[in-house]
Each structure stands twice: as C-alpha cells, then as structure tokens.
C-alpha cells in the first residue's frame, strides 16, 4: 500500500512564495515520477510539473520558471514543490501524484497514488 503525506501551503500575498512537501511511503516501493497537479474552484484538474526517478523535471507553461519541483533523495520519494512569485490564479488545491511500483514476491504491483491535495490560497 502507497501511501502519501503532503504538507505546506496555506495563505500568502501575491508576489510572495509556499514550499510544498510530498512524503511517499509503502513497503517494497520504487517511485517512477512524483508528480504535482492543482485544481481551482471551479476548472479542471492541471498538471504543475513533475520529476522522475532519473531526477528529471518537466513543469507547465504557466510556471515560466517560478516553479521548481525539488528531490531529498534518489529513491525520490521526498519532493518539493518551491513556488515564487505567487499570483492570484495560483490559488487553489495541490495534489500530489506517485506514479509507482510496489514489488512483492508474488508479484509486482504497478500504479499512480493520488495525495489528498493541499490548499494554497494567493491574496491580493
């Protein structure tokens, strides 16, 4: 079982910065990708950016570099997701993404875990 712990977040002014944190676990994990995803009020789902196990990143045209998805390790179960220069339309829920392998001895079992999101609010 895959589980994921997101912290950070919270209320911060436009022009201001919020580090996300996304913490994998499960026995037998392997990470292929952390990726970050967030939803507004009322739009649809949208990917941020992601890094792979071979710590390779990819972001959004919106991030235009005021995003950077981080790693503590290889194993790339620990990422961050530093965000500068907040603007409004930022706001909103960031969900974090495993895209995985758990191996077991009766077989490996592959899939991608969401996070429960975690809100980032931008004011004025």
């Known amino acids: 079982q895959v589980q994921l712990v997101e912290s950070g977040g919270g209320s911060v002014q436009a022009g201001g910065s919020v580090r996300l944190s996304c913490a994998a676990s499960?026995?037998?994990?392997?990470?292929?990708?952390m990726e970050w995803y967030r939803q507004a009020p009322g739009k649809q789902r949208e990917l941020v950016g992601k890094?792979?196990?071979?710590?390779?990143?990819?972001y959004a045209d919106f991030t235009k570099g005021r995003f950077t998805i981080s790693r503590e390790n290889a194993d790339t179960t620990m990422v961050h997701l530093q965000m500068n220069s907040l603007k409004l339309e930022d706001t909103g829920s960031y969900i974090c993404?495993?895209?995985?392998?758990?191996?077991?001895?009766?077989?490996?079992?592959?899939?991608?875990?969401w996070g429960k999101g975690i809100q980032v609010t931008v004011s004025s």
């Open positions: 890094i792979t196990r071979g710590g390779t990143t990819n």
């Open positions: 993404a495993a895209d995985y392998r758990l191996m077991r001895s009766f077989g490996d079992e592959v899939g991608r875990h």
């Open positions: 499960g026995n037998g994990l392997v990470i292929n990708a």
